[in-house]
């Protein structure tokens, strides 16, 4: 197929973008576009011709809001324009309208380069100083007055500004006196905000942004209704219909084909077109403009602008009350070991980056690559993720996002209803009155001063070496990893760290401990002034527990056991746990890798929450003075009953003694 042939195909009604596509505007109610510039630069003059394709003869100093005629552009979308005015008194209100924008056009006048020069030096720097995000439509006015003799290209004029402000959408010059390109300046602006670049299109590097190409791989797969990795001619032509609703020609077909097979042999094989021909395609049409072509196609499927499924494509937000957690169904469980084989190529039992990449590629990024989920799980030898840690990965973060766990299952192809893969677990508060729990995922918030070893701990967890140099951890930390129960039952076990300086924060919110199943507090066995730390850590724990009613079990980790401890160590740590009602400390060498079955011992007490409870002194109190209150009230029952037993003894003598008389 001939040049000529590819720029007929991208200006005549084939394919994709060729049908209607109304539906690329996604759904906005308006597009509200300020006119920003020096003075006398053709603002107002501008919006006039623009709104009633009359050139005004007069123009008042500030034009009030414009509507512009629906029936102008394509898109039908209703366009407000707003003038607004350069002198200083009116500052404030050109920085209210500019941060209320959806675009913004900046005017300058082709007959007055300072004017130009002035877009670089004032008005650009201050959209950035604002931190206004928007299309930026660059636009030379009275292009009328300029003097041919001395001009220059546009492109000449533009080409360094626009290097340096990639927040320009287009540049373009017109004339409202001669009625040259005027609708095209809004026009631009309109689409800039329906149909921006930024999101699909990297214009420096000339290639489909990442997020772009793994949403269109994820339609690709979808449409590919028989998994062999081409768009059969009914496919494509399933495609077409469910995005423009218009049914293809078989010739049409076959000039679509033709057009990616020229430029990408790849592109097309006997089964049909091929992902690469697919995204090919999306970027052909980019590159010709044509964006709403690759919009429509991301909005039929229920992206937004940020290329992200839109809320009305994800189940709602989950009710519960705040002990209560979220957790995998079985259903999801098998789910997910299906597609862990699926992306195990080589069949070595672990997923490999790539695999793991390869596995996410149709999600808009991979969701355990930044905290608190990249160095939560133990890792194999070449840095793979085992089942365990895989599935491991998928319970922290259901645990911590649930509607992230959804919104990345329908990413990578759960077919069934995304609410089906959740469970909201009972009240902690009823699994203390029931003497057991329903968890499988048990969450431990672990305490304790600097240089305890608490990250030791973690990191011994999830099979990690003894650091040699102390790094303390600034903020909170997880851990993951199945551990394994009596009769072969396992249970996942997350760890999660908080550092000294975070525990005045967790405790000043009320519910902070309502998702705590069971509190370790590690000391450094060795340091009488760690051990202290340590202590008053549990008790204001179990206070803020007990007033709350969010009480979990505790443990007390009595850490660098291979150290000599303080002098008093034992005396003091035995006191403190018969005290307050909990087993003693439980000691450990996390630098000799000696943990005494603690991992085991943590999911244990997390499976009885009813024990090792921490009594407070003043718990103690408040518990005696209700059993001192519940004592007087049954005494005063009983004294009741008693009464009205005895008064209606004596009303049945009376009745009887005047019946006898």
């Avoid at 937004?304 to 499924?309: D, T």
């Avoid at 030898?381 to 998928?394: E, I, K, N, P």
């Avoid at 009953?641 to 003598?653: E, H, K």
């Amino acid at each position: 197929m001939s040049n000529s042939n590819v720029n007929s195909f991208f200006s005549s009604e084939y394919m994709v973008g060729g049908a209607s596509a109304s539906g690329a505007s996604g759904n906005v109610a308006g597009v509200r576009i300020v006119v920003a510039g020096d003075a006398k630069t053709g603002k107002s003059s501008l919006i006039v011709t623009a709104a009633t394709d009359n050139y005004p003869n007069n123009v008042p100093p500030l034009l009030p809001p414009t509507r512009l005629p629906e029936d102008v552009y394509p898109d039908r979308v209703p366009v407000t324009v707003i003038d607004t005015s350069s002198s200083p008194e009116n500052r404030g209100r050109l920085v209210e309208e500019i941060m209320r924008a959806d675009a913004v056009v900046l005017t300058y006048a082709c007959d007055r380069l300072e004017t130009l020069d002035r877009l670089s030096t004032f008005w650009l720097p201050e959209l950035r100083r604002l931190e206004v995000n928007v299309p930026v439509i660059v636009v030379g006015c009275m292009l009328d007055k300029r003097d041919d003799q001395h001009s220059v290209s546009l492109e000449q004029v533009m080409s360094p500004i626009m290097q340096q402000f990639r927040e320009i959408e287009t540049c373009i010059e017109c004339s409202a006196l001669n009625h040259i390109q005027v609708p095209e300046v809004f026009y631009y602006a309109q689409k800039a905000v329906l149909h921006p670049t930024a999101p699909l299109f990297d214009q420096e590097q000339q290639v489909l942004r990442p997020r772009c190409v793994r949403a269109l791989k994820r339609i690709f797969i979808l449409c590919d209704h028989d998994r062999d990795g081409a768009l059969s001619d009914a496919e494509l032509n399933d495609f077409q219909v469910k995005c423009f609703n218009a049914p293809l020609q078989p010739s049409e077909i076959v000039v679509v084909k033709s057009v990616v097979q020229e430029k990408l042999r790849e592109g097309v094989d006997d089964r049909g077109l091929t992902l690469t021909g697919f995204l090919f395609l999306h970027a052909l049409f980019i590159e010709k403009g044509r964006l709403e072509t690759t919009w429509t196609v991301l909005r039929k499927f229920g992206y937004n602008n940020e290329i992200r499924l839109h809320d009305d494509q994800l189940p709602p937000p989950i009710k519960r009350y705040p002990d209560q957690s979220t957790e995998l169904t079985n259903e999801a469980v098998e789910f997910l070991r299906r597609i862990f084989a699926t992306f195990d190529i080589d069949g070595d039992g672990a997923l490999r980056s790539a695999e793991l990449e390869d596995l996410f590629s149709t999600a808009p990024e991979n969701p355990w690559n930044e905290a608190p989920y990249e160095d939560a799980v133990q890792k194999t030898a070449l840095g793979g993720l085992s089942l365990d840690s895989f599935l491991s990965l998928w319970s922290l973060m259901t645990l911590l996002d649930p509607i992230r766990t959804m919104e990345t299952l329908i990413y990578i192809g759960y077919g069934t209803d995304p609410s089906t893969a959740i469970r909201v677990t009972r009240r902690r508060r009823l699994n203390r009155r029931k003497q057991q729990t329903d968890r499988t995922v048990c969450h431990c918030f672990v305490f304790g001063p600097k240089e305890a070893g608490k990250s030791a701990i973690l990191n011994s967890f999830i099979g990690r070496l003894f650091p040699e140099e102390y790094v303390p951890t600034t903020n909170d930390r997880y851990a993951v990893n199945s551990v394994d129960q009596p009769l072969g039952a396992k249970k996942t076990l997350v760890l999660r760290e908080i550092p000294e300086e975070g525990v005045k924060k967790i405790l000043s919110s009320r519910d902070a401990l309502a998702a705590c199943d069971v509190a370790v507090f590690v000391h450094d066995s060795s340091r009488e002034a760690s051990w202290q730390k340590a202590t008053e850590m549990l008790v204001d724990v179990a206070s803020q527990g007990e007033t709350s009613g969010y009480e979990m079990p505790c443990l007390i980790v009595a850490n660098k056991d291979d150290l000599d401890p303080y002098l008093t160590e034992i005396q003091d740590s035995t006191r403190v746990s018969q005290d307050m009602g909990i087993e003693t400390p439980i000691p450990v060498s996390a630098k000799l890798g000696d943990f005494s079955n603690l991992f085991q011992r943590i999911a244990n007490a997390a499976m009885n929450p009813h024990m090792s409870i921490p009594e407070t002194a003043a718990g103690k109190s408040r518990k005696q003075y209700h059993r001192l209150v519940n004592r007087s009230l049954l005494f005063v029952s009983v004294g009741a009953a008693v009464a009205i037993v005895g008064l209606a003894a004596y009303r049945v003598y009376a009745a009887r003694k005047n019946s006898s008389s």
